[in-house]
């Protein structure tokens, strides 16, 4: 069944009353650098999506403690309905570009992750000196790139190294091992990379908020992937929320004095 006939679980605020919304709404609202729609997608199709994805950003804001601006990573991304993607993959950030797609019948529950991979891209610079354009902050971190000296950064950071490493700071984390794990019998190097362990735990972080959406995310708890230890669990993922809070809630309150 196509996505824009199920419904989704959801338990957030109303953000539009009775008004629809539509992907003009949502680029004047966050100001997105572009929306492009693909040549395929129906009016109902692009009209369902567009009431999803406007909930599901509206939702991530209120996650993240943060606003517009962040959502949108200051303008500087765009977005991608039923255009843009890669065959067979669900939904892609592409860095060059700096654009996030989704599939039109196959990406519901994928926006989670793939803002954070646009977030750790967009944020990397500002992390960390001398980086190529297409680094993630993540994998700078890891590679012990210079980094910029900042309150903000550091607690960044101590996100990565909350999902990157043992408490002691000295080990991989068992996210790494499980993720390494993973690889070794698919023969790639994927679910280990840095930046996918990051976006990994951040599905984790939003989906233990208390306002559940699962168009934004899913199946953090309960899918293949997290019976294969793909997503943190226990007192690293308690560890790692408690790390992404206080990040959010930090950047959040900086936002909110630019306004």
């Not at 200051?74 to 592409?94: C, E, M």
């Not at 999902?163 to 390494?180: V, W």
């Amino acid at each position: 069944m196509s996505f824009h006939k199920r419904p989704f679980f959801r338990n957030g605020p109303t953000h539009r009353a009775d008004s629809a919304s539509s992907f003009g709404a949502i680029r004047r609202q966050f100001d997105f650098r572009s929306i492009e729609i693909g040549r395929w997608v129906t009016r109902e199709e692009r009209d369902r999506a567009a009431a999803l994805f406007h909930d599901a950003l509206c939702d991530l804001m209120l996650i993240l403690q943060g606003n517009e601006t962040l959502i949108s990573l200051r303008g500087a991304l765009a977005l991608q309905y039923g255009t843009g993607g890669r065959p067979g993959v669900s939904a892609h950030y592409d860095p060059s570009q700096r654009s996030f797609a989704l599939a039109k019948n196959a990406g519901p529950g994928s926006i989670a992750h793939e803002w954070f991979h646009a977030f750790d891209h967009f944020i990397a610079p500002k992390c960390f000196q001398d980086l190529p354009s297409n680094a993630f902050a993540s994998a700078a971190w890891l590679t012990n790139a210079a980094p910029i000296r900042h309150p903000l950064n550091q607690r960044l950071l101590a996100c990565f190294r909350a999902i990157l490493l043992q408490p002691d700071g000295q080990q991989p984390s068992a996210l790494f091992f499980n993720a390494a794990a993973m690889d070794k019998a698919q023969g790639q190097l994927y679910y280990s990379k840095p930046e996918e362990m990051c976006a990994r735990a951040f599905e984790a972080f939003v989906q233990d908020a208390p306002i559940k959406n699962h168009f934004l995310v899913k199946g953090t708890q309960c899918s293949p992937d997290a019976e294969r230890g793909l997503y943190p669990v226990g007192e690293q993922r308690a560890a790692i929320n408690r790390a992404f809070n206080h990040y959010f809630s930090s950047l959040g309150a900086a936002l909110s004095l630019e306004q």
